[in-house]
């Protein structure tokens, strides 16, 4: 997906996509060598910093990747693939395509090889969003390119960046249980859970909690459920008590019975 990704849109149409794809977009210019070589030396660069930082797992699981990217756009290279687009519809297509690829290489916990090398180390080390580490280094290498291509292609460049990150994310929390955590706060909580039981089949844990203003001691109420169940929660709720107070988040990897375990009705 990487390798389709830079060889038919980053490359053709001078993307600065951010990554070693990027990186060899400014330095062909410069060097005169082939964007595909610059892409080759310089995966097995950062594969190299990679193996001393990251260990023998990362080492192993990244090997067969950052051989196999130079070698898939060697062979693409061979089989021309010409798409004639808009160089917005490029870089926009291109971020996402190659987002998608790297994301699915990160769900295993390896690399490409490439530029997701140095967020990888600082991940490890600061435990920062990977996907927000990734967006950062593309950042920077895209602005590099303004010496090289001008201030438009940079602009074009951070189209292609944001769309990878987009599409990294969405790849690294897919098959997670969407769900909603939920608390409320309610002078009619036996009400309330006794719904959230019998009506949505959901547990729920009362929290001790103390009034900001009164010094009261009272509960509060916090559930998680499935994004379907949040209307009739809400409307339930208004049923009960009008005034109740709710704060609901979106939860993106729940596990626990009734989400990744079995749930028996």
């Known amino acids: 997906m990487l390798a389709l990704a830079v060889h038919t849109f980053i490359l053709p149409y001078e993307i600065l996509s951010g990554g070693v794809a990027g990186i060899a977009v400014a330095l062909a210019k410069i060097t005169g060598f ?5 892409i080759s030396i310089l995966i097995w660069v950062l594969f190299g910093f990679g193996a001393f930082f990251l260990g023998r797992k990362f080492t192993v699981h990244t090997i067969s990747s950052s051989i196999l990217y130079p070698l898939f756009l060697n062979l693409l290279n061979a089989q021309p693939i010409t798409v004639s687009i808009d160089p917005i519809l490029a870089s926009l297509y291109g971020g996402l395509v ?4 790297v994301g699915l290489v990160f769900r295993t916990g390896a690399s490409t090889g490439g530029m997701d090398v140095p967020p990888l ?3 490890k080390f600061t435990n920062i969003d990977l996907s927000k580490l990734v967006l950062v280094v593309d950042l920077l290498t895209v602005t590099l390119g303004v010496f090289v291509y001008g201030i438009e292609a940079v602009l074009m460049g951070f189209i292609s960046v944001y769309a990878s990150a987009f599409a990294i994310k969405q790849v690294l929390v897919f098959g997670g249980q969407e769900a909603r955590s939920v608390m409320i706060i309610t002078n009619s909580v036996d009400e309330v859970v006794d719904m959230i039981d019998k009506k949505l089949e959901r547990g729920s844990t009362l929290l001790s909690a103390q009034g900001g203003y009164t010094r009261e001691n009272r509960s509060v109420i916090l559930s998680v459920i499935n994004m379907t169940q949040y209307p009739e929660l809400i409307e339930e709720l208004h049923r009960i ?3 109740a107070f709710v704060i609901a988040t979106e939860a993106t990897e729940v596990k626990g019975n009734g989400f990744s375990f079995d749930y028996k009705v």
Not at 34 to 38: E, G, K, N, P, T
Not at 98 to 101: K, S, T
């Open 34 to 38: 082939r964007s595909d070589l610059i």
């Open 98 to 101: 190659a987002g998608f690829g």
């Open 121 to 123: 180390i600082i991940h």
């Open 241 to 243: 008590d009008p005034h």
